[in-house]
């Protein structure tokens, strides 16, 4: 996608954004900045990391995934189909994940962008670290060897990477 189709989508209300990348990449950060640059409001911001605080008290909580997502994909249902512009801040590095968010923003008539965040799996896990949260290597390694299965080439929508969005916005704000 060229800039000006990315900032156009970015203008235009009740639009998906399907952030991929580990834990640590950025994604929650490029979120906070489409807040701070009036591109959506905070409330659109769809966190995994806030629902999993919620429901098992930390961000970093794996204790029921399927009763995470299904909280996810409730939500998310509801703002695309009320016209809301959706930020779903989780890794995405599942087929299954962004598909079905992907499948329910064109259900609901809107348009939805996939950005990748390829920082190295070395500076993600140290990012998160120092955020005080420690994967077990099991569940670290099927991050990474999901989002390394991603073919990029074969996505059926439109995709930009991380930098590209982070330019825009402070380009066009």
Same mark, same amino acid.
């Given at each position: ?7 156009? +989508?970015?203008?235009?209300?009740g639009w +998906?954004?399907?952030?991929?990348g580990?834990?640590?990449a950025?994604?929650?950060t490029? &979120? ?8 959506m409001?905070?409330?659109?911001i769809?966190s995994?990391?806030?629902?999993r605080?919620?429901l098992?008290?930390?961000r970093?909580? +794996? ?8 909280h ?6 509801a703002?695309?189909r ?10 995405n ?9 992907l499948?329910?923003?064109q ?5 939805g962008?996939v950005v ?11 990012r998160?670290a120092?955020? &005080?949260v420690?994967y077990?290597d099991?569940v670290?390694? &099927?991050?990474?060897?999901? +989002?390394a299965?991603?073919d ?9 990477d ?12």
């Amino acid at each position: 996608m060229r800039d000006d189709e990315v900032y156009k +989508l970015l203008s235009t209300p009740g639009w +998906l954004l399907v952030p991929v990348g580990l834990p640590g990449a950025g994604k929650s950060t490029l &979120g906070g900045r489409l807040v701070a640059h009036g591109l959506m409001h905070q409330h659109g911001i769809l966190s995994t990391d806030t629902l999993r605080e919620r429901l098992g008290g930390r961000r970093d909580w +794996l204790g029921d995934e399927e009763l995470v997502f299904r909280h996810v994909r409730e939500i998310l249902d509801a703002r695309l189909r009320n016209g809301l512009t959706t930020y779903l801040d989780a890794t995405n590095v599942r087929a299954v994940d962004r598909n079905y968010a992907l499948a329910a923003a064109q259900a609901a008539g809107r348009a939805g962008l996939v950005v990748r965040f390829s920082e190295p799996k070395e500076v993600c896990r140290r990012r998160r670290a120092h955020q &005080g949260v420690v994967y077990d290597d099991h569940v670290w390694d &099927g991050l990474v060897k999901d +989002l390394a299965e991603i073919d990029w080439n074969s996505l059926a929508v439109p995709w930009v990477d991380s930098a590209a969005v982070a330019r825009i916005i402070a380009d066009q704000t």
